[in-house]
Nanobody, 116 residues
Framework: VQLVESGGGSVQPGGSLRLSCVGS????????INWVRQVPGKDLEWISIINDRGDDTAYADSVKGRFSVSRDNAKNTVYLQLNSLRIEDTGVYYC??????????RGRGTQVTVSS
């Protein structure tokens, strides 16, 4: 399993980012993909999942209504649209197959920094 995240950056509160996750080395279109994040000083937090077909999604309460996950299996890519960003969304964002808490199932992450 190889997953590579990109799209992170620095934005002001209220801003938006679009993260991408490209998978390789496994049948990407048969796997659900999670997004998790590491916020400074806190445990790894699950924030979203999309199923293999892309027709079922779920979100943590902390991001519901602000973040949106989608996928394009033709491109082996999952996206996470981050809107209405808050300072507390700052952290490293990872995509992962399940179980997501296994480091070997995650990519290296992409940094999101929200500050004024």
């Amino acid at each position: 399993v190889q997953l590579v995240e990109s799209g992170g950056g620095s934005v002001q509160p209220g801003g938006s980012l679009r993260l991408s996750c490209v998978g390789s080395g496994f049948p990407f279109n048969l796997y659900g993909i999670n997004w998790v994040r590491q916020v400074p000083g806190k445990d790894l937090e699950w924030i979203s999942i999309i199923n293999d077909r892309g027709d079922d999604t779920a979100y943590a309460d902390s991001v519901k209504g602000r973040f949106s996950v989608s996928r394009d299996n033709a491109k082996n890519t999952v996206y996470l649209q981050l809107n209405s960003l808050r300072i507390e969304d700052t952290g490293v964002y990872y995509c992962a197959t399940s179980p997501w808490h296994y480091p070997s199932n995650r990519g290296r992450g992409t940094q999101v920094t929200v500050s004024s």
